[in-house]
C-alpha cells in the first residue's frame, strides 16, 4: 500500500473512517474538508490518535497540506464522500455541484470511488457526468467504482466495478477482515444495496405497525421485554436517505414501489404515533402545554453523510410545536434540563440517550418517552 495516493473528499464520518482506515495500511491519504481551501494529509499515526473526525476537530492538530486541485491531480483513488445537508429535489443539486468540484482536476489513470447510494441507474448517470468533467472516457481512461457506505460496522461486501473490472489494490485497501472484497457489475451493486435497504425496512415496518395495534398492557409487557425496546428512533431513520434515492430511480406504480412508499409512510405513520403518545401523557397526567416542555434528547452526529437523523429531528420539533410552545433538542450525556418550572416530557431517541437521562435522573417532575416501537412511557 506504501505509496498509493488516496484522496477523501468530504470530511464526513464515513469518508474519514475509510481514511483512517487506508492510512493505517500505508497509503499515503489526503482528507478535503469541503468547507476549506486545502487538502490534509492523514498520516496513520494521527489516524490511530484521533478514532474520529469530531476528536480530530476538537483537537485541530497541526497537518501538512497542500491546495485542493494539486492533491486531487495526484490521486490514484478518490473517494466521493461528501456530507449532504439539503431536502427534497435540492439533494440531487447539491450532490451535483459537489460531484463537479471533487472531479474536475481528476487526471488520466486515476479512479473514483463513490459512496453515497445512487437507487437504479444513479450510477450511469454519475458515469456520464464524469467523462463529461473530465474529458475522459471510463473504462478506459479512467475508472469508476460504487461502494455505498451506510453502516461503518457492516460495510459493502462487494465492489461495484465497470464492466465488473477487478482492481485488486483497491480491495485491498477496502478489506478490513479475512474476508475479501469481489467486485461485481455495477447495476448488480446497486441490486445487492437495494435488497439490504428493503429488507431491513419491511422488517422494521412490519415491527411499526404490529406494535400499533397494541393496547393491552399485558401484551406491551410481554413486548417490552424482547428486543423491541433496542430499537429507536435514532435506528429507524437509519437508511432513509438510501431508500429515498431508490424510490427516485422510479416511475409509475409497481410493487417495488409500494415497497419503498409503504415503508416510508411507515416511519411518518410512527412520527404521528410518537407525538398522539405525548399528547395523551399530557392529558393522561392533567398537563397544560403552558406548563409543559418537551425536551427532544437525540445525540446526532453532525458529521454524517446523510443528513436524515438532522431532518428528522427538526420536523419533529416542527410539529410538536403546533401543540406544545417549548419543544427543546438536547444532546450528550451531560445535558441540563431537569432545573425547570415546567413538567419535562424527555422524548429518548436512542438508546445512548434513554441511558444517560437515566443516570442523571433526579426531578420527580420528569415524564420519560421512549421512541421505540411500544412508545413505552416512562414516570
Not at 90 to 99: A, G, L, N, P, V
Not at 215 to 229: A, V
Request: net charge negative.
Amino acid at each position: 500500500m506504501g505509496g498509493t495516493k488516496v484522496v477523501v473528499y468530504g470530511l464526513s464520518t464515513e469518508g474519514y473512517f475509510i481514511g483512517s482506515q487506508m492510512a493505517i495500511k500505508g497509503a499515503d491519504v489526503y482528507l478535503i474538508d469541503e468547507s476549506t481551501p486545502s487538502a490534509i494529509s492523514l498520516k496513520a499515526e494521527i489516524a490511530k490518535t484521533y478514532p474520529n473526525v469530531s476528536s480530530l476537530k476538537e483537537d485541530e492538530p497541526l497537518l501538512a497540506m497542500e491546495p485542493i486541485d494539486v492533491a486531487i491531480s495526484k490521486a490514484q483513488y478518490l473517494f466521493f464522500t461528501p456530507r449532504i445537508r439539503k431536502t427534497g429535489q435540492d439533494i440531487k443539486t447539491e450532490i451535483r455541484s459537489k460531484f463537479k468540484d471533487a472531479t474536475n482536476s481528476l487526471k488520466k489513470n486515476s479512479s473514483l470511488v463513490y459512496t453515497l447510494p445512487t437507487g437504479f441507474g444513479g450510477n450511469n448517470e454519475n458515469i456520464s457526468l464524469l467523462e463529461h468533467i473530465t474529458g475522459l472516457e471510463v473504462g478506459k481512461q479512467i475508472s469508476y467504482f460504487y461502494y455505498p457506505l451506510k453502516d461503518l460496522n457492516d460495510q459493502p461486501k462487494n465492489i461495484g466495478s465497470f464492466n465488473g473490472k477487478e482492481d485488486p489494490k483497491l480491495a485491498e485497501l477496502l478489506t478490513t477482515s479475512k474476508k475479501e472484497k469481489k467486485f461485481v457489475a455495477i447495476s448488480s451493486s446497486e441490486h445487492f444495496h437495494a435488497i439490504d435497504i428493503l429488507s431491513s425496512f419491511s422488517k422494521l415496518c412490519s415491527i411499526l405497525e404490529v406494535c400499533k395495534y397494541t393496547q393491552d398492557e399485558i401484551i406491551k409487557k410481554d413486548l417490552s421485554s424482547d428486543s423491541l425496546q433496542e430499537i429507536y428512533l435514532d435506528n429507524m431513520v437509519n437508511g432513509l436517505f438510501d431508500l429515498k434515492s431508490l424510490g427516485s430511480s422510479f416511475e409509475g406504480t409497481n410493487t417495488l414501489m409500494y415497497l419503498i412508499n409503504g415503508s416510508i409512510k411507515g416511519i411518518d405513520g410512527y412520527i404521528k404515533r410518537l407525538i398522539d403518545e405525548i399528547r395523551a401523557t399530557l392529558k393522561k397526567n392533567d398537563l397544560k402545554a403552558s406548563r409543559t416542555k418537551i425536551a427532544l434528547s437525540w445525540t446526532l452526529d453532525q458529521h454524517e453523510m446523510r443528513g436524515d437523523k438532522i431532518e428528522m429531528l427538526q420536523n419533529l420539533i416542527f410539529r410538536l410545536r403546533d401543540y406544545i410552545g417549548d419543544v427543546e433538542a438536547y444532546e450528550g450525556p451531560n445535558f441540563d434540563l431537569f432545573h425547570s418550572d415546567k413538567t419535562t416530557i424527555v422524548v429518548a431517541c436512542s438508546k445512548t440517550d434513554f441511558e444517560n437521562i437515566q443516570k442523571t435522573k433526579q426531578d420527580s417532575n420528569l415524564i420519560i418517552v421512549k421512541a421505540n416501537p411500544l412508545c413505552e412511557t416512562i414516570q
